[in-house]
Each structure stands twice: as structure tokens, then as C-alpha cells.
């Protein structure tokens, strides 16, 4: 299943990522593509704060990965895996560092910024997610990616032109 959104802000940009959120059961894998500064990491924002992370969230293009701790017992999603390999030398980096650790696990939400760059090690089921700047300043064409199997069923919102 393909989704397109337009968003005009941040702010509605994060809305469609707990759009998203509210789908997730835990084992997924988020890939996020664009262009740099096109709101990969207010998309990840979205998804952390709607699993109720309240720590800052920034991307971790030195450190490659944070590993959060999800609080909320009502959810069976415990930990959420930001990773960030804008800046990867190779790939073998990303595996030394545990990636494979947290890919898939039960209770775990990975989501990777710049996913197309280390493709070749995600999972088959990914859900895929590109952010492209629009037309406007503020404009950012968000298509998201969800594999059939997982049934997924978001409202996609029309795209104006």
C-alpha cells in the first residue's frame, strides 16, 4: 500500500508520522529517504513523541544509533531504535555497532534516516518512507511505503498541487 501526504509544517508533518504510530505492534523497520533538510528527523520526532519519549530528539549522524526506552505499559512496543547513517564510512560500521541486535525484534521500532545508503541489509518487510521538499518553503511530500502483509490501513490525504 502506497500513501502520499502534503504537509505545510512541521507540526503536520509529525501528525502524519503518529498517523502512523498508531498502526505499529513492534518488529518494524522504518526507512526514511530525502533530500538533506527535508524532514527525516521532525518525521522521527513524530513517531517518538506519539510513543511517549519525552526526551529531545536529535539525529545521531556522529553516534549512528540511540537506543530509547519506551515507559508506557499499555504498549507493547518497549524500545525505539533511531539511526542515522548520513555520515556511515560502510556499511560492516553500522553491523559492528549491533544494528542487527535491534532489526526486527518484537518489542522494538527501528527507524532509519538515509535507509537507501544500507539497503541492502534491510528487511524485505520495511516500511519505506520518502520525504521530498515541495514547492513552498515549508512544503514536504511525504510518501509512505507498507508492505501488504502488514495490512496497514492510513487515511492518505490528497495532494494539492
Same mark, same amino acid.
Given at each position: ?7 505545510? +509544517?512541521? *507540526? ?23 533530500q538533506l533538510g527535508a524532514g527525516k528527523t521532525v518525521f522521527v520526532?513524530?513517531?517518538?513523541? +506519539? ?9 545521531? +549522524?556522529?553516534?549512528?544509533?540511540? &537506543? ?9 512496543i518497549k524500545t525505539f531504535i533511531h539511526i542515522d547513517v548520513y555520515? #556511515?564510512? +560502510? ?11 535491534? #532489526?526486527?525484534? *518484537?518489542?522494538?521500532?527501528?527507524? =532509519?534516516?538515509?535507509?537507501?545508503? &544500507? *539497503? ?9 518512507? *520518502? =520525504? ?11 510518501? =509512505?511505503? =507498507? ?6 490501513? #492510513? ?7
Open positions: 500500500m502506497i500513501y502520499q501526504y502534503l504537509s505545510q +509544517s512541521e *507540526k503536520e508533518t509529525e501528525k502524519i508520522a503518529f498517523q502512523l504510530t498508531k498502526k505499529l505492534k513492534g518488529g518494524e523497520v522504518i526507512g526514511l529517504t530525502g520526532k513524530g513517531l517518538a513523541n +506519539s510513543l511517549g519519549i519525552k526526551k529531545a530528539i536529535t539525529s545521531p +549522524s556522529f553516534i549512528l544509533m540511540k &537506543v530509547y526506552q519506551i515507559k508506557n505499559c499499555k504498549l507493547k555520515r #556511515l564510512k +560502510s556499511v560492516q560500521d553500522l553491523i559492528e555497532i549491533g544494528v542487527f541486535d535491534w #532489526l526486527g525484534k *518484537k518489542e522494538t521500532v527501528a527507524v =532509519i534516516e538515509w535507509a537507501d545508503r &544500507v *539497503k541492502k541489509i534491510l528487511p524485505k518487510k520495511t516500511i519505506q518512507i *520518502k =520525504i521530498n521538499l515541495g514547492k513552498k518553503e515549508n512544503e514536504r511530500m511525504i510518501k =509512505i511505503k =507498507i508492505p501488504n502483509h502488514y495490512g496497514t490501513n #492510513l487515511q492518505s490525504k490528497k495532494i494539492r498541487k
